[in-house]
């Protein structure tokens, strides 16, 4: 039975919806035209001759940069370039600034842009997001006033008009607009203008069009079959017999089908997915489209084309691609852009939460605070390179990546770590198998709450369970899963439960904070504290100091330059007019957590530990699980499991 108000709540729900189609339709409503390609002249070339004469190259990085504007009006024109990709792609910023500078540097001119665009990497890595976004943001770009694009009507290339200008012309057409005719028309626009208009090109139709994937305009997309059958018809087109018979010339442009891949693209992007499974002479028409914008077909001249070829592949077919020493000149017209898997936990694990936020199965299943988290610092620890360094092991490496102060380390060490293994990434788990492994747990067990725990045994399901992985590698990501609950779980979920057991942790760890560092400025300057509320002085208390250090190993010898570091971060925010706090300081934060936590340790261990606990010792139990609840992101069933597993590890201390 429905609610009372529950039809009027639902009609408002509707109407607003309907308020929000129709403001996107006003928005994304653009301005059709007709005419011809006088009017063309007249009307619309001189507004903005640039525009009209922008290539495939030069239309995608103002697309680019005009989908940045909006949100970062100020910034550089390469942060603005990459503004397109944020709200999906996490973790490969610097691939994605590398694809900025492709387009830029193409758009200028430059020979870069007379090479294909290779996307290297892994399965599940982005490659395929990459190329969505571009072709989405394309077609929405060309709805735009600043994204118009005109073209002679009827043509299936969309041909610019002002490839209409003859030859003899186009020296005073570039003197009187600014801009240069870089095409020529195709046959079908010759035999077009010859027949329907007998040569007065000023006569010829011209449209506005946008682009649009699913109606092939401007934007194509070639998938691979099999090699034995594949038609380089698919890419070019073929003749048309049914149209032969109508007008018995094969040589028609009439008769020719101009369905083809890379007419589709004309004008804007053809994405060519699993480029190196294709026949080499097809690498060989893409590789000289890209290189001269023109393609060769039997019966006609070359035919002009403008478009930029976007292409993919995984890691297995480009390196049986460079074991062929025939293709080595193909690689050479190449611009290869390797785009790994992220390797911030962090990112990860946005990644996870943008792919079940969208999926049902996960629509009415509560997942604890650390589930992402954890899958995420798993699937890390299958990507890296052991290092070398002493001193330094895998999770620090890990930590370092995700932007923590590892002990002994400087800030940017992540970035040198980076740049000393270039291909950290490109292997390991995909976050496809994390999610199928997630899936899995939740509609096996047909549950409604995932804890961490219940995660990474879904996970050792899946990888004992995958055939093709073989011993050493299952034991080694197995190790994996163990790291990932001893060096990083247990941590966050100590810091949870402890936090719960404070009526206000927060307002308690600043006091301890501020305390900390009035005690470390009376140390440096060598001078006494005052009570304030026996107004009695005294030194500092070096016990209290020492006891805070050393829960993150601070040593003796090491304290003083430890100690001045805080006080200089501390007269940093002073002087920018914010107050010190926690988050200032990720060393010290873990410090005081740990301090606190050392503090209440006896009672939750006391009231967790009883056989059968009083009613006070499950009154106490109660206030920490709804803690947990309300505050920290836990369900009533993940809540019971941490403290219980939290009391676990304290048993074992």
């Given at each position: 039975m429905r609610p009372l108000g529950a039809d009027a709540e639902s009609h408002g729900t509707n109407a607003t919806f309907i308020d929000t189609l129709s403001s996107f339709s006003k928005l994304h409503r653009a301005q059709r035209w007709e005419g011809t390609f006088g009017d063309f002249l007249a009307n619309i070339l001189p507004a903005n001759p640039s525009a009209m004469a922008r290539t495939s190259h030069e239309y995608i990085w103002d697309m680019l940069r005009w989908h940045g504007r909006a949100a970062q009006p100020d910034a550089a024109e390469n942060v603005r370039a990459v503004e397109l990709f944020k709200h999906e792609l996490f973790g490969i910023d610097e691939p994605l600034s590398?694809?900025?500078?492709?387009?830029?540097?193409?758009?200028?001119?430059?020979?870069?842009?007379?090479?294909?665009?290779?996307?290297?990497?892994?399965?599940?890595?982005?490659?395929?997001?990459?190329?969505?976004?571009?072709?989405?943001?394309?077609?929405?770009?060309?709805?735009?006033?600043?994204?118009?694009?005109?073209?002679?009507?009827?043509?299936?290339?969309?041909?610019?008009?002002?490839?209409?200008?003859?030859?003899?012309?186009?020296?005073?057409?570039?003197?009187?607009?600014?801009?240069?005719?870089?095409?020529?028309?195709?046959?079908?626009?010759?035999?077009?203008?010859?027949?329907?208009?007998?040569?007065?090109?000023?006569?010829?139709?011209?449209?506005?069009?946008?682009?649009?994937?699913?109606?092939?305009?401007?934007?194509?997309?070639?998938?691979?079959?099999?090699?034995?059958?594949?038609?380089?018809?698919?890419?070019?087109?073929?003749?048309?017999?049914?149209?032969?018979?109508?007008?018995?010339?094969?040589?028609d442009p009439r008769a020719w089908s101009w369905s083809g891949a890379v007419y589709a693209a004309s004008r804007g992007v053809l994405e060519m997915i699993e480029i190196l499974k294709v026949k080499r002479e097809f690498l060989y028409l893409l590789l000289t489209l890209t290189q001269e914008k023109n393609v060769k077909v039997s019966r006609f001249p070359l035919i002009h084309l403008d478009e930029t070829i976007l292409a993919h592949t995984n890691l297995a077919e480009f390196h049986k691609f460079l074991q062929e020493k025939e293709n080595e000149a193909l690689l050479d017209r190449m611009v290869i852009i390797k785009i790994p898997y992220a390797l911030s936990y962090r990112d990860e694990s946005r990644i996870y939460q943008k792919l079940v936020s969208g999926a049902p199965a996960f629509r009415n299943v509560h997942l604890d605070p650390h589930v992402l988290k954890l899958a995420a610092v798993f699937a890390i620890l299958t990507r890296l390179v052991k290092p070398e360094?002493?001193?330094?092991?895998?999770?620090?490496?890990?930590?370092?990546?995700?932007?923590?102060?590892?002990?002994?380390?400087?800030?940017?060490?992540?970035?040198?770590?980076?740049?000393?293994?270039?291909?950290?990434?490109?292997?390991?788990?995909?976050?496809?198998?994390?999610?199928?492994?997630?899936?899995?747990?939740?509609t096996r067990g047909n549950t409604h709450s995932l804890t961490s725990m219940e995660l990474l045994l879904a996970l050792k399901d899946s990888i004992e369970s995958d055939a093709r992985m073989d011993a050493k590698q299952k034991k080694a990501w197995i190790d994996h899963l163990v790291t990932a609950r001893k060096e990083f779980y247990n941590r966050w979920v100590k810091e949870d439960v402890h936090r719960a057991m404070f009526a206000s942790f927060e307002e308690e760890a600043q006091q301890l904070l501020e305390k900390y560092l009035d005690e470390v400025e009376a140390s440096l300057d060598h001078r006494q504290v005052t009570d304030p509320i026996t107004g009695e002085t005294r030194a500092a208390d070096e016990r209290f100091l020492r006891s805070v250090e050393e829960k993150i190993k601070v040593s003796d010898s090491g304290k003083q330059s430890f100690r001045q570091e805080v006080v200089r971060k501390a007269m940093v925010a002073f002087k920018a007019g914010e107050k010190f706090k926690l988050a200032s300081h990720a060393r010290m934060r873990e410090a005081i957590e740990q301090y606190l936590f050392e503090e209440r340790r006896d009672v939750l261990r006391l009231v967790t530990s009883t056989a059968r606990p009083d009613e006070d010792a499950r009154q106490k139990i109660s206030v920490v699980q709804q803690r947990l609840v309300s505050e920290y992101g836990y369900d009533e069933h993940s809540a019971k499991e941490a403290l219980s597993y939290v009391t676990t590890l304290l048993a074992q201390e």
């Open positions: 590398r694809l900025v500078d492709y387009f830029k540097a193409a758009a200028a001119g430059s020979d870069v842009g007379r090479r294909l665009l290779l996307m290297l990497g892994p399965p599940s890595g982005g490659k395929s997001t990459v190329a969505i976004l571009l072709k989405r943001g394309l077609e929405e770009y060309s709805r735009t006033d600043e994204g118009a694009l005109y073209a002679i009507r009827g043509s299936p290339l969309r041909e610019n008009p002002i490839n209409l200008i003859p030859t003899s012309l186009r020296a005073e057409f570039r003197q009187r607009y600014g801009i240069s005719v870089q095409g020529e028309l195709s046959p079908w626009a010759r035999d077009f203008v010859e027949r329907e208009y007998e040569g007065d090109f000023v006569r010829v139709p011209v449209e506005r069009v946008f682009l649009a994937e699913a109606s092939r305009v401007g934007i194509g997309t070639y998938a691979p079959h099999d090699p034995t059958t594949a038609d380089i018809a698919d890419l070019v087109g073929s003749v048309d017999l049914a149209k032969v018979a109508q007008i018995g010339d094969e040589g360094r002493e001193g330094l092991d895998t999770p620090k490496k890990l930590r370092l990546y995700a932007g923590e102060a590892v002990e002994g380390m400087p800030e940017n060490e992540g970035q040198r770590l980076r740049a000393e293994v270039p291909d950290e990434g490109l292997t390991g788990v995909s976050p496809r198998f994390v999610i199928n492994a997630i899936s899995n747990a939740i």
